[in-house]
């Protein structure tokens, strides 16, 4: 097994670097944060009455953190992942079309269904068929000046989403208490960095209780979202096989089916993501949840980190805690934790028969 202290054998596995991008998550969202203070937005874009999230993987996820900041937000926000669109979207619903590489294919086919409807769009992307469709529609552009998987561009696609939100005022989000959120994200990074040794390191010390399990990812409230994160990063940067589910929605269900097969308790760790602004029924039920686990010999672990003064910092620490845990996980599998040649094959497959409707 790889010593996770041992630094030049960690730099040879990751030959391409995606250490340095989860190092960057807090510059990217700083960034992206002042780049939107010289954004401009129409002002008809205040009247819109909805608001669809459209991406895909690392894409999309940003769209679906931010969409569990806004839960109460006095105008509905849905995320789409698909093709096509939702049959809702009007001329009254602000679209966000947010794709890093430009070219998946699902979202442009939302994009140019979205063009037919409303107005209200904004585009968020390095380039690609989605950013040349921004000018002949003559959509607002974010261009993500930054290379990297989508996944480790994170702090592009979340943030710029947030800012738009923030703009519009479909959420709260001051300057002073984002710039806070940053400098507690940077604070948390030099306890968890590659170079905290693992016997004071949390984040490693929770990727080697996970080495040769199946992580299961429990999350409520504003973390049901960093739960899903935490799913993929598992499954892009450690090639592990990962779930997640939702609390209180998986206490009606997914609890009762922890029995069978036997054998595959024992390979199975549940995290439980807890936050401080959780619904205090949906901490306790995270507590007895535990205890059935214990009672079920399933082993588990709590990941709550010290109390955060606003939802989006904590959000964004669960998030970095998470990115960590899953580049060690990879280490400790020996794997390049980059490169996911599947996906890379499968669109290769999709690109034989073209897609363009």
């Known amino acids: 097994m790889i010593n996770l202290d041992n630094l030049e054998e960690i730099q040879k596995l990751d030959s391409e670097n995606i250490l340095k991008n989860i190092q960057e998550f807090p510059e990217q969202c700083e960034r992206c944060w002042e780049d939107f203070k010289k954004f401009t937005l129409p002002t008809s874009f205040i009247q819109a009455k909805s608001v669809l999230l459209c991406g895909m993987g690392g894409s999309g996820i940003g769209g679906a953190l931010v969409a569990s900041l806004a839960k109460k937000a006095e105008i509905p926000v849905m995320t789409w992942s698909d093709y096509d669109l939702p049959g809702f979207v009007n001329k009254d619903t602000l679209v966000i079309i947010n794709s890093y590489s430009g070219n998946t294919e699902e979202t442009i086919d939302s994009y140019k269904k979205a063009a037919e409807i409303t107005n209200k769009i904004v585009v968020i992307s390095t380039g690609g068929k989605v950013g040349s469709l921004s000018t002949n529609y003559r959509n607002p552009y974010y261009k993500i000046n930054y290379g990297s998987a989508p996944r480790a561009a994170l ?29 507690l994200l940077k604070g948390l990074q030099k306890k968890i960095d590659v170079d905290v040794s693992t016997g004071g390191n949390n984040a490693k010390i929770l990727a080697r209780r996970l080495l040769n399990k199946i992580p299961i990812i429990y999350g409520s409230g504003i973390l049901t979202e960093v739960a899903r994160r ?20 998986m206490n009606h269900n997914a609890l009762v ?11 199975i760790s549940v995290i439980i993501l807890q936050s401080n ?31 955060c003064p606003t939802p989006i910092s904590e959000v964004l620490q669960v998030i970095h805690f998470g990115d960590y845990v899953s580049y060690y996980l990879a280490i400790l599998n020996n794997i390049e934790p980059n490169p996911v040649t599947i996906i890379e094959f499968l669109k290769d497959k999709l690109a034989e028969e073209p897609f363009d409707k």
């Open 155 to 183: 702090g592009y696609s979340l943030t710029a989403i947030l800012a738009v939100f923030a703009k519009l005022k479909i959420i709260e989000l001051k300057d002073d208490d984002f710039r806070e959120a940053i400098i």
């Open 230 to 249: 935490y799913k993929g990063n598992f499954n892009e940067n450690a090639k592990s096989a990962s779930y997640y589910e939702i609390i209180p929605e």
């Open 277 to 307: 602004f959780d619904h205090p029924r949906n901490l306790l039920r995270q507590n007895i949840t535990a205890q059935i686990l214990e009672k079920s010999k399933i082993d588990y672990d709590f990941v709550m980190l010290e109390p």
């Open 257 to 267: 089916g922890l029995k069978f097969p036997e054998s595959l308790r024992s390979k």
